[in-house]
């Protein structure tokens, strides 16, 4: 009856990236958790159990407690197939929470996603080429449905396109915000299981990988890993680039200087990157 919840799978996977964590077990405690106790966390991870067998959702004042968690500064990611589908009964594509907290504006139901491509210059998904396995979740034969029933999207023009399916080229997963533009809140939405990405393929196309990319992302600079993100992956000349550097080691510091080369600037040039308000993320 597909993958059990809550998620051994997600949690195997984050063992592995040394990140500390803490389950929430709806099954224990009976209810989810409220926005003070989301609080608590950098992210949240929110898992949606994608079986057939299973009408998990997110209700409003479930949806209420994530908005009002990211409006105060937490960080959110949800891999699901299902989760649009069933909000709001599915009669609402393009429903308030979905558009100002998922970031989507529109989507295309149970297209299927067999496989998914990085971006280039991705700060999360870059080099990525996976084969998505669904082989955990049940079909139905006599009305040619699943395992894989898996979602494309149209983000909103404030998310940028991290994954792309890899039949139809369309957009299968998205951060947010776009990198240079500032924001609250930070949101990654896959639009296909987590329990799809194998643990053992080779890094970079593994799920603990990918995890551990999100949460570098959504908590930039999280247990010292650092990353770098450009707003483009190609510039002409004159133009405005905008660089990103995560790298909790510096936090409170205020400002990193960089050195950015080029095939025209071999000698590099200087930058001063600035310290957001989110402690460890310097732009400039």
């Known amino acids: 009856d597909g993958p059990a919840d809550p998620f051994p799978e997600p949690a195997e996977a984050l ?3 040394g ?3 803490e389950v929430w077990d709806v099954a224990t405690e009976g209810r989810t958790p409220n926005t003070n106790e989301m609080r608590a966390f950098r992210v949240v991870l929110w898992r949606i159990n994608d079986s057939f067998f299973s009408d998990t959702t997110l209700d409003t004042p479930q949806q209420n407690a994530l908005q009002a968690y990211l409006n105060g500064g937490g960080s959110l990611c949800i891999a699901s197939m299902e989760l ?3 909000i709001n009964g599915g009669s609402t594509p393009t429903s308030a929470f979905m558009t100002n907290v998922l970031q989507i504006q529109n989507f295309a139901e149970d297209v299927t996603v067999p496989s998914v491509n990085g971006i280039l210059q991705d700060p999360i998904t870059a080099g990525m080429s996976i084969n998505l396995d669904y082989s955990i979740y ?3 034969e006599w009305a040619d449905l699943g395992p894989d029933v898996s979602d494309t ?12 399916d890899g039949a139809s080229g369309k ?8 990198t ?3 924001s609250t809140g930070r949101v990654v939405f896959l639009s296909f299981p987590l329990d799809a990405i194998s643990m053992t393929d080779t890094a970079p196309n593994n799920r603990v990988n990918l995890l551990r990319n999100i949460l570098s992302f959504l908590a930039p600079g999280v247990n010292g890993i650092a990353t770098i993100a450009l707003d483009g992956t190609a510039y002409t000349l004159p133009s405005k680039v905008t660089v990103e550097v995560a790298d909790s080691d510096f936090a409170g510091q205020g400002a990193l200087p960089v050195r950015m080369y080029s095939t025209t600037a071999p000698e590099g040039t200087p930058l001063t990157l600035h310290e957001t308000s989110r402690s460890g993320l310097f732009r400039g």
């Open 15 to 17: 063992d592995q990236t």
């Open 19 to 21: 990140i500390s964590y």
């Open 84 to 86: 649009l589908s069933r």
């Open 138 to 140: 049940p079909s139905f």
């Open 153 to 164: 999207i149209t983000p909103t023009t404030n998310a940028a396109p991290i994954f792309l």
């Open 171 to 178: 957009i299968a997963g998205l951060r947010f915000p776009r």
């Open 180 to 182: 240079g533009q500032d």
